[in-house]
């Protein structure tokens, strides 16, 4: 048993493994289709609270082949330290395994990732043998459905510290549960969440991403989220992008698989993991990252695929890099975040 973040008691599940993603996503597609068959029996009243339960896998190696595929397709340095981005595709299984479980209050394959942020307290590298550990906490209700942040922290097997976590927060658009006050908007990094409260536009799988213009970041430690940078890269990204990234990360949800199973979810087109766009931003910045910093997204329009990306990025005065990614050629917003190096 462990303490949850609201006081109580939470039960600790030793896995011998991380579950595989093509399993999770098959359980939640059936969990899908019972809930949709017609005189279906849900065998007793739908959950309303999170599980009281985090999984750990206490060895968890680093497989080299895997590391260098996902630094290639990144565009991060081939090295021996463990890119930020590449330590979430190791724990987001275990943070799946979760979402797939039948006391799991919220549609999972209906959950759009709406923010995210890391904290990287030190570099881990392909030498260490990684403990992964994961919860959900903070179910809260949202002006467009509820919203719940799933945690991941990861730590080397011979130390007792965290080295690196994260909170990756979704939103079940149009699912609403009894007994939740509407969060209010909070700033990112408060109480561990994302400042997500106020992140989906009710027209869209994503945020409204209006109200920005172009311009410098200057001092805005913002994330970007009023002004636009200039543009630094160009991403032009194919129909092929989502099942690229799907092979290296091994998340294969459908709707970035394929235009045909995508629109199953109410998408026209394929979209491009929100993760992906994420770890391209983190690796632009680079080196200047150092090895300790808190990388934080908040994403908005999805990116359609085919589609071409304007990214920006610039440092502010305290220190902290902003960036932003937008269509080409309009101000429509997909993603804005940060990487703020830590002492």
Same mark, same amino acid.
Request: proline share 8%.
């Given at each position: ?55 750990? *896998? ?13 630094? %290639? ?8 330290? @463990? ?5 979430? +595709? ?17 549609? +999972?394959?209906?959950? +759009?990732?709406?923010?995210? !942020? ?24 949202? !002006? ?37 006050? @509407? ?11 994302? /400042? ?6 009710? /027209? ?23 002004? @636009? ?5 160009? #991403? ?5 992008? /989502? ?12 709707? %970035? ?37 808190? #990388? ?12 071409? *990306? ?34």
């Amino acid at each position: 048993m462990r303490t949850a973040p609201d006081g109580g008691l939470m039960r600790e599940q030793v896995l011998d493994q991380v579950p595989s993603l093509g399993s999770l996503y098959a359980r939640a597609l059936g969990r899908t289709a019972r809930a949709a068959a017609p005189g279906m029996l849900s065998g007793g009243p739908s959950p309303t609270t999170l599980p009281q339960v985090c999984y750990t *896998v206490p060895r968890v190696p680093v497989d080299h082949a895997h590391l260098a595929e996902y630094q %290639h397709l990144l565009g991060e340095a081939g090295t021996d330290e @463990l890119p930020a981005g590449y330590v979430h +595709v190791l724990g987001f299984p275990l943070a799946m395994n979760l979402m797939v479980r039948a006391d799991f209050p919220l549609p +999972v394959l209906g959950m +759009v990732h709406v923010a995210n !942020r890391v904290e990287q307290f030190h570099p881990l590298s392909t030498t260490d043998t990684l403990r992964v550990q994961a919860r959900a906490q903070g179910l809260r209700a949202h !002006r467009s459905g509820t919203q719940v942040d799933l945690v991941v922290e990861v730590a080397a097997q011979e130390g007792p510290e965290v080295a690196w976590r994260g909170v990756s927060t979704y939103l079940a658009k149009g699912t609403t549960l009894p007994g939740l006050a @509407l969060a209010e908007p909070v700033k990112a990094g408060q109480d561990g969440s994302t /400042g997500s409260g106020e992140a989906v536009d009710d /027209g869209d799988s994503g945020a409204a991403g209006s109200g920005h213009s172009r311009g410098g970041a200057g001092g805005n430690d913002a994330g970007g989220r009023g002004v @636009l940078p200039e543009a630094t890269a160009v #991403w032009r990204l194919t129909p092929r992008t /989502g099942r690229r990234y799907a092979a290296v990360s091994g998340d294969r949800n459908p709707i %970035h698989m394929s235009a045909l199973s995508a629109r199953a979810f109410g998408f026209p087109r394929a979209i491009a993991h929100g993760m992906y766009t994420a770890a391209r931003a983190l690796a632009a910045v680079g080196p200047a990252r150092g090895p300790a910093f808190t #990388w934080q997204i908040d994403f908005a329009k999805p990116v359609l695929l085919p589609s071409t *990306v304007s990214f920006g990025q610039a440092r502010t005065d305290s220190g902290t890099y902003t960036y932003a990614g937008w269509k080409a050629g309009s101000d429509r917003v997909h993603f804005t975040g940060s990487v703020r190096p830590l002492p």
